[in-house]
Every structure is written in C-alpha cells, then in structure tokens.
C-alpha cells in the first residue's frame, strides 16, 4: 500500500519516486517531468488473455509495465489521508486535475 505520510517524508527537491508498491526509488536515475509522471519499460514476458476456454497472445510491443511513480510535493498534499493501492493513487491524482505523463526507461 502506498502511504502519504511516508511519501512526504522521502520528498526530495520538491518530488518523489517511488515503486508500484508505494516503496520510495531513487530519484536521480528517473526521468519524470510534470507533477505526475509514470516512468515505464517496455514488456518482455509473453503476455496472454483468457477469453471463455480461449487464449489469446497480446502484443506486447504495444505495452508497457509501470515501473515508477513520481510526484510533486503539490500532488501529494492533494491526496487524502488514507494509503492506497497504485491504482487507487493513479485515480486520486486524476480527480485531483492533474495529467498524468509517460516517462519511458530502458533500466532503472
């Protein structure tokens, strides 16, 4: 669960980074402009779907996996109180008015 309080303690020239389980990651090896930056790589395990008894293979060279989030300290003091999963945050800062921007990495 990602944890505001901790967050806000990591903060850093006005940001944070961390992992998709609410850890905090260094900052200085991210990319991440804007108040709400997801920093993705690209997805190199096959990927499959399950549709009724059928399986169908994705394209995975039209994916990503999320591997950092970073935040601006503005961002964090708009959401709630309460910690929340990676998804719940990927909401909070969307109904918070802000636009979440991709940030691609090749390692991190």
Known sequence: ????????AAVNDGKVALDTEGNPVDLADLGGDGPATLVVTSVTDAV??????VVESLDRDRMWVVVAIVLAQEVLETLGP????????????????YTWRISPTSSL
Not at 48 to 53: E, I, P, T, V
């Open 1 to 8: 669960m990602i944890s505001k309080d901790r967050l806000l």
């Open 82 to 97: 309460d910690e929340m999963s990676a998804e719940e945050l990927w909401r909070a800062v969307t109904g918070a008015g």
């Open 48 to 53: 499959k779907r399950l549709r009724g008894d």
